[in-house]
Structure formats: structure tokens, C-alpha cells
């Protein structure tokens, strides 16, 4: 009975949580790398839901030396170092939903940002070779959190 209660009590706060999205912004407060040693950004803190949002209108990517432009393509996500999550950005477009009808699971399926859980995001630009299948992932942006319990 009190595993039912539980599922019950998560099923409906994901629910709840689901009715306002959740913005990860993407900034220099929160980032991860190209840092003096020693040196730690933010962590963003979210709450349990099915669905956040990654606004990156107000950061300015920068460029990559083997790359013609600074503009990322994909967002990596990856949920307690197991679960990882592609989302293929398009050109121009600065807010994107993570959800699971945008994410493609590399292992598992999508199953929400559950309490307790932490998260690596990382955009940059992902480069595959379509011949070997050999992928590459130039990062220019990472950012790191956990969902409160």
C-alpha cells in the first residue's frame, strides 16, 4: 500500500510540475568548463517534472577553431551518469524542450527529471562521420544540477 501511495504522491507532482516548465538559462554563471582551477559554476536546481526548458537566447556560444560557425547543433543530456539524451537543435532557434517527445534516448527511454536525480547538460556541436559511424561532440557550453526530493 505505501508503494502505491508513493507512486501516487510522484505521478501526481510530476503532473503538478508539469503545468509551469522549468527554464534551465543558459549563462557564465553556470558553466562548467574553460574555468581557473579550482573554480566550480553554479548548479541549477529544479524541481521533479516531466519537461524543462533550455533558453539559450541570452548566451553567446563561442566559436570552435575546426568549426565554420559558433552556432551549436545538439544538446547532450545525461541523467546520473547512465541515461543519456540527444536533442538536434535547428539553426536559429534559441528555447528548446526537453521532454520525451524531443529527446532521443542512446540506452533508455525518458522517463522524467525524478527527485533525487542529478544532470550534466552540454551543448555544442556534434560531428558524425557517416562512413565509420564515428561521432564527435565539440562541447561550448556545460551545465550541471540536480532535482530536489
Do not use: C
Not at 548566451?59 to 565554420?68: H, I
Request: charge should be negative; hydrophobic fraction near 40%; avoid cysteine.
Amino acid at each position: 500500500m505505501n508503494k502505491i501511495l508513493v507512486s501516487l504522491f510522484f505521478i501526481v507532482s510530476l503532473t503538478a510540475s508539469a503545468a509551469e516548465i522549468q527554464t534551465i538559462t543558459v549563462d557564465e554563471k553556470h558553466i562548467q568548463i574553460g574555468l581557473e582551477k579550482g573554480q566550480v559554476g553554479e548548479f541549477y536546481s529544479i524541481n521533479p517534472t516531466l519537461e524543462i526548458e533550455i533558453d539559450t537566447s541570452g548566451y553567446a556560444f563561442p566559436s570552435a577553431s575546426n568549426l565554420d560557425s559558433n552556432e551549436p547543433n545538439t544538446i547532450q543530456l545525461i541523467i546520473d551518469g547512465e541515461h543519456q539524451f540527444t536533442v538536434i537543435l535547428e539553426s536559429g532557434v534559441d528555447k528548446y524542450s526537453l521532454n520525451i517527445d524531443t529527446l532521443i534516448p542512446r540506452f533508455k527511454e525518458f522517463n522524467g527529471f525524478k527527485p533525487g536525480d542529478q544532470f550534466v547538460i552540454a551543448i555544442g556541436f556534434l560531428e558524425i562521420d557517416h562512413v565509420t559511424k564515428e561521432q564527435k561532440f565539440n562541447v561550448q557550453w556545460v551545465g550541471m544540477g540536480n532535482v530536489e526530493t
